[in-house]
């Protein structure tokens, strides 16, 4: 999907600290050279805690990002659920999806921001998560639940224990 000259990646702006979005950079739950994992501002209904991970150069989907920077991505997912496993409570397993571009006139189009992204979403017994995704119910997360989610992970993933 070709974008615009003028569009503004949000998850750029996001990297680069702008105030303009509603991530925060305490939202980070780890982050190196390549790659940043941080906790999402909208969740579905029953599925709090959900994790983003995006590479930190802008490559829009799966079909422009190179494939070192695609593994990377995906061995911190690994880390990403092991660790939500561990420490989110009632945690039952988790969910990664990701999406390659809006499709026009489906009930779900698919990528809202043109800048690849990971969704790890934690499971919970009786979730009803794809009748809530399937039905777009999403839920803005206050940045103090946020902070909460990031706490319990971010010790975990950035020292290894």
């Not at 982050?31 to 490559?59: C, E, K, M």
């Amino acid at each position: 999907m070709k974008m615009r000259d003028n569009y503004v990646c949000s998850f750029c702006g996001f990297l680069a600290g702008s105030k303009e979005v509603y991530s925060r950079q305490s939202d980070i739950v780890y982050q190196d050279a390549w790659v940043t994992a941080f906790i999402a501002s909208h969740h579905l209904r029953n599925n709090p805690g959900t994790v983003l991970i995006i590479p930190n150069r802008h490559y829009e989907n799966i079909y422009d990002m190179p494939d070192d920077i695609l593994s990377k991505v995906h061995l911190l997912a690994k880390r990403v659920c092991i660790t939500i496993r561990k420490v989110y409570p009632g945690c039952a397993g988790n969910v990664l999806r990701q999406h390659n571009e809006p499709v026009e006139g489906a009930k779900c189009k698919g990528q809202d921001v043109p800048h690849y992204h990971l969704h790890i979403i934690p499971r919970y017994p009786d979730d009803r998560m794809y009748e809530y995704a399937e039905d777009g119910q999403r839920y803005l997360m206050p940045r103090e639940e946020r902070q909460y989610y990031a706490a319990l992970l971010r010790e975990k993933l950035n020292h290894g224990k």
